[in-house]
């Protein structure tokens, strides 16, 4: 399921996270790349323990635990420490690249299997030229490039690409979740009856009918859930 993800950030989060970011001291993006996508790699990142990184990263963690629309859609049971890259000048691109299946925090020795990918935008679409996340999505090649503050979240199985930025800086965070729901299939059964839900409480109340349903959502969820 690829999914956007609106205002996981606060205007008030997104201006700290910019302002920790603007002094920030960026590295080779290669350095945590694996043998096949440091053939592809050629981005900025910040070291996992650069105190701008641990602030943000920090805010960041914050939010989505608050975001209701990410949970729904993720499950997540484990999210991987939110990390962030820069891509402009000689450094702007990553090229068609599938993520490591099983994701490895040096700080803190966790090891997370990347169920789902989330791309969090910091810089704002009039930034930057290019740098377009294209995921190989079930139905066809979607092309993103969201309002600083705003997410988007896709299986990481998906083969994907960052174009080239030619004009500007494009940055964001990315991450990983592991869901409790390890299947992509059931996770969008899950967060489609999830959402229809809120619909029928909206229009009706806790009827009947949303009890029932509510019910079946959570017998679903017990059935298929690894905690």
Avoid at 9 to 32: K, N, V, Y
Avoid at 95 to 121: E, I, K, N, P
Wanted: net charge negative.
């Amino acid at each position: 399921m690829l999914l956007h993800i609106p205002e996981v950030l606060s205007p008030e989060e997104l201006g700290q996270i910019r302002q920790a970011l603007a002094g920030a001291a960026w590295q080779d993006g290669r350095r945590t790349a694996g043998n096949q996508a440091v053939q592809a790699k050629q981005n900025e990142q910040l070291a996992p323990d650069d105190p701008a990184a641990q602030f943000a990263r920090q805010l960041i963690l914050q939010a989505l635990d608050r975001h209701p629309l990410f949970f729904s859609a993720t499950l997540p049971g484990r999210i991987f420490p939110p990390q962030f890259n820069r891509y402009g000048g000689q450094t702007n691109t990553y090229g068609d690249h599938v993520d490591g299946a099983v994701m490895h925090a040096a700080s803190t020795g966790q090891r997370v299997r990347s169920d789902v990918s989330c791309t969090l935008f910091l810089a704002d679409p009039d930034e930057y030229e290019g740098g377009e996340l294209v995921v190989n999505d079930t139905y066809g090649r979607q092309a993103l490039k969201l309002p600083a503050g705003h997410a988007v979240i896709y299986p990481s199985t998906s083969v994907h690409r960052v174009e080239p930025v030619t004009r500007g800086h494009r940055v964001a965070s990315f991450f990983w979740v592991q869901s409790m729901v390890r299947s992509d299939e059931q996770r969008r059964l899950l967060f489609d009856l999830d959402m229809n839900l809120v619909r029928l409480r909206q229009e009706h109340g806790d009827s009947t009918a949303a009890v029932g349903l509510t019910g079946t959502y959570h017998n679903l969820l017990r059935m298929w859930a690894e905690t």
